[in-house]
């Protein structure tokens, strides 16, 4: 990364960060994968239910592998004989880890959700929420983070898990009500209700998509 994107992202995450406050969560800065990973086991006390929604940017971190090798309850819904029954364990747990699809220079979450768990368990339940944000996620307002969720994310998500949905052909939403479609749930966060639930690591790196 050349040092002028370094410094604008710095910047930028400062930006971040105090928007974050202002809607009572919590925001940090790291410049590498290696140091979002040691801050999140920092943040994860070991003995802990953790559990997570999906998230490519979390596990490039290496987090679910160290969580999975480590002290911890690990609740895998990938490797559950009933998934339902993982799913429904994670609005209970301790740690909900998740990425975000886009978030906003002043702090807004968006994110979208075909089966809705992920964006539930965000909004309600497990006792925190860790996510791990990759600065490629930045958008400067709600509408362009929006348009990112369904231009960028979920086209990529749908072409991850090859769907029958046009965005995977076109790459871009043609805002279908395909039976497939990943897009049935909006959430946008503007404030946490609750202190001290929402942790966001801002990582000066393209994580996920
Ligand atoms: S609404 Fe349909 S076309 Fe648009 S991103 Fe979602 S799945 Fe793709």
């Given at each position: 990364m050349d040092p002028n994107t370094v410094k604008r992202n710095d910047l930028l995450a400062q930006k971040v960060i105090k928007g974050l406050q202002s809607r009572n969560m919590t925001g940090y800065y790291v410049q590498t994968k290696e140091e979002a990973l040691k801050l999140a086991l920092s943040l994860i006390p070991e003995g802990s239910t953790v559990t997570m929604g999906g998230g490519m940017s979390v596990y490039e971190t290496g987090l679910v592998k160290a969580l999975k090798e480590g002290n911890y309850n690990y609740i895998d819904r990938e490797e559950a004989q009933d998934r339902r029954a993982a799913m429904l364990k994670a609005y209970d747990a301790d740690f909900f880890l998740a990425s975000t699809n886009a978030i906003t220079d002043d702090g807004v979450l968006v994110n979208i959700d075909g089966n809705a768990n992920r964006v539930s368990a965000i909004a309600y339940g497990p006792k925190k929420v860790l996510m791990i944000v990759g600065?490629?996620?930045?958008?400067?307002d709600v509408d362009t983070a929006m348009k990112r969720a369904r231009n960028v994310a979920a086209p990529i998500n749908n072409q991850r898990f090859s769907s029958n949905n046009p965005c995977v052909k076109t790459g871009a939403c043609a805002n279908c009500k395909s039976p497939d479609t990943i897009c049935c749930q909006f959430l946008v966060t503007r404030y946490s209700k609750h202190t001290d639930r929402i942790h966001v690591i801002l990582v000066n790196d393209n994580l996920g998509f």
């Open positions: 600065m490629n996620k930045v958008c400067p």
